[in-house]
């Protein structure tokens, strides 16, 4: 066959290679090569299903899981805690089919070949796990009782574990310390003065436990970062509730304990709540003191609109909004931002 020339715009003309004469040879299926290459495909297929119905599993067992976290976060201010827990634990047995189902997979199978795929939801479930627990008893689930929950029976009656990696167990402890924030901070906006103290303590003891593991994993040290966030906020909510806490309206609570701003900005708003307040004439019976201190060191503030974020100056609305409606005081021309003392006039 006559060998075709193609050109090329500014390359050298290249000479296409004839096709082959010789001919072609049947592959030998029975050949051993062909048989072992083809059990090689059967196991890689079959690892990749087990591996996609596991990766199905775990992202249903986050989903139980997150459910009932969402619904142990109720029990704050709740009157009947015991239908609440109830209902965990009759999710929880939900939860607890789909990883025997997980385990029914892992099976006779190395269980670190595919740890990645269902990690993430053994750690979703022992976050979920150690809150309940903490709810109940106000101690941290040990690594022990975990193993204990992922016991289950097969079809014959034979004991059946899912294996548990004390990895998962870490991150998952980790996990729980941004639930414990949440309840913390719930806790407070609905009055409860001695749980935040509880959680901050409880929160301190997890920080140093893992301050104590050093740099051993990315993932832990990733976890580290935000468990050391959630203590912050957590401890600057009981400097808020132990220092300022008589000062603030019990509807803007929430707000002023869960808004990211520093101590010192976060003491302003108190003092430019209660100055606030002040202009009502029911709170007229509080110390001259307590008008004098405020109103002074707010005074020193910059304006409002150059200082604060967002959530400060909603709070400052909330409040003297009814408070302008309720009491006749005509707040439009006052600067909020630059009370002084002669505003006590107000009184």
Known sequence: MAAVVKRRSGKRPRTEAPESTLPK????????????????????????????RLVKCSRDVTIASKRIIFLLQRVTGANDTEQIFKEADEKFLEVKEVLKTIALELEGEDPFLFTRAYSTGVQEYIEALSFAHFLKRKTLISFDQVKTELKFLNEEGI?????????????????LTGELMRFCINSASSGDQNTPFEVCSFLREIHNSFVAFGNVSKDIASKLRVLTASMKKVEVACYTLKVRGSEIPQFAMAEALSADFTCEERDTLVFALTALLLCHKNFSDLSAWNLKSNLDF?????????????????????????????????????DIGNLSEKDGELL
């Open 159 to 175: 004991d059946l574990h899912l294996s548990l990696n004390p990895f998962d167990y870490v991150l998952g402890i980790a996990d």
């Open 25 to 52: 040879r049947k592959v030998d299926e029975k050949s051993p090569v062909i048989l072992s290459f083809q059990q090689h495909r059967q196991e890689l297929d079959s690892r990749h299903d087990k591996h996609e």
């Open 298 to 334: 707010f005074s020193a503030q910059t304006p409002c609109s150059e200082r604060y974020n967002v959530p400060v100056v909603s709070s400052l609305v909330l409040v003297a909004v009814p408070l302008c409606y309720c009491s006749g005081v005509d707040l439009s021309e006052m």
